[in-house]
């Protein structure tokens, strides 16, 4: 019988955030819209998980919320903190205003 997997989500702009960890094999799997990120096996996983985790008494079971906080994480590595928010990324507001400026010349 195969183990249900621990997993928590986070929807974005650009499309959802998501983890799942196996119970039965320790594997973290995180996907960014859909596609495979990052795959981690014991005893990084645990790491990972305990390294946003710390308070948390999840063993090598990991509750919701744990692996919420590995989404979050992620994100905030990934994309920074203007992305969790759900805020443009300095990045693209200079592409935006270059772009407006170039078609004030034009």
């Known amino acids: ?15 959802a ?4 960890f196996h119970i039965d094999t320790g594997r973290l799997r995180i996907f ?11 005893p990084q996983s645990w790491f990972t998980v305990a390294s946003v985790a710390g308070n948390s008494r999840w063993g090598t079971r990991p ?4 692996m919420r906080l590995v989404v979050e994480s992620f994100i905030l590595q990934r994309f920074g ?3 969790y928010r759900g ?20």
Request: glycine content about 6%.
């Open 1 to 15: 019988m195969k183990a249900k997997a621990i997993t928590a989500s986070i929807g974005m702009p650009a499309g």
């Open 17 to 20: 955030v998501s983890a799942e």
């Open 32 to 42: 960014e819209r859909g596609m495979l990120r990052v795959e981690l096996f014991p």
């Open 63 to 66: 509750l919701e919320a744990d």
């Open 81 to 83: 903190m203007k992305a």
């Open 87 to 106: 805020e443009t990324s300095s990045a693209q507001r200079v592409f935006d205003s270059r772009s407006e400026s170039l078609a004030d010349h034009l």
